[in-house]
Structure formats: C-alpha cells, structure tokens
C-alpha cells in the first residue's frame, strides 16, 4: 500500500510540474506497458521478457529498468531538446507500471533454481513420480 501511495504521488507532483503533454505520455505508457507485459507477476507478456543467464543465477532486465535506463541515458546526453515530454512520459508510464502493478519488481538477480509460475506446478508435483 505504501508503495503504490508513493508511486502515485511522485508521477502527480512530476505531472504537475512537467505538464499536461508528459501526463498524456503516462498514461499512454501504462496503458501500452499493461497490455504488453504480463497480467501478474511471473506470467509471461505478449513480449518476452530479456534475461541473461549467469552461472547461477539469471538477470532479469524488467521493463520498468529498460525504460529507466533510457530516460537516465537522454538525460545524460542531453536528449531533452531531441525527445520530448510525451517521450519521457510514456517511457515514466512504462516505470510506473512495472513498479505499480507487480510484486516481484525489484527481483533483478534470481537465482537460476527459483520456481516461477510456468513450473511451480510441475515443481509441486514432482514428489508424485518418484518412487514414492
């Protein structure tokens, strides 16, 4: 609860000082970010998910950190003259979303036996046929 009060707060007080066009781009984001990712955490999207395997763990590179590292990059190079409000918003939309809407948000590195929800079932199962 108390990370959606703060999410919520912090893209109203930027909306409000950025400016209608940067609002209309997070919305636009969320939306585009809702219907691309997956419905709840750990179900897979329309798009999969980028993630690199290391030796025993995996890096899963979220779309919130993606979109991130885009707006941290045009800021760095000064793209703010290039990319506009609506840009950075959608883009602030997409980071909203994926915070906003997931409780594995901040999983990044996994390690690579982590069950997620495309085998848990047959995870919980496997007791059933061994030689039990």
């Known amino acids: 609860m108390k990370k959606k009060l703060v999410c919520s707060l912090s893209l109203l007080i930027v909306s409000i000082i950025l400016g209608y066009l940067f609002f209309v781009g997070c919305f636009l984001g969320f939306l585009l970010a809702r219907y691309i990712a997956g419905k709840t955490s750990g179900k897979p999207g ?23 590292g885009i707006i941290i990059l ?16 959608v883009l602030s939309g997409s980071v909203f979303q994926g ?5 594995d948000w901040h999983k990044i590195l996994i390690p690579k036996r982590h069950p997620n929800v495309e085998n848990t079932s047959v995870h919980n199962t496997e007791h059933l046929l ?3």
Request: charged share 15%; proline share 2%.
């Open 46 to 68: 329309r798009i999969k998910s980028i993630v690199i395997p290391l030796r025993k763990h995996k890096i899963h590179f979220h779309h919130w950190l993606i979109s991130s």
């Open 74 to 89: 045009g800021l760095i190079i000064n793209a703010g003259a290039l990319a506009s409000a609506i840009f950075y918003g």
């Open 99 to 103: 915070i906003y809407s997931y409780t």
């Open 130 to 132: 061994e030689g039990g």
